[in-house]
């Protein structure tokens, strides 16, 4: 559902002229050199600024950034979508 919304922010955040070209099964921490600790900071901040929701530090892991759909899974649960 929220696909094309975090491809345009991961985009945003990362500088990713191809992010639109991503699909859910791409993988992003490990895979993208962009992908860094301070991006992870930013791209927190930005998901939370667009989607109005609130990302505690204990409920980020590894296995959220693990791929597109990871993320996008993870941004659904904290919406209630």
Known sequence: ??????RTI???VLALP?????T???ALLGSV???????VV????ALEEHFGIAIDDDEISASTFETVG???AF???KTGQ
């Open 24 to 26: 859910a099964d791409s």
């Open 1 to 6: 559902m929220y696909l094309n919304e975090v």
């Open 75 to 77: 941004v659904q649960s």
């Open 10 to 12: 991961l985009g945003d």
């Open 70 to 72: 990871t993320l996008v």
């Open 18 to 22: 191809n992010a639109q070209s991503l």
């Open 33 to 39: 050199p962009e992908l860094d600790s301070m991006a």
């Open 42 to 45: 930013n791209l927190i901040g």
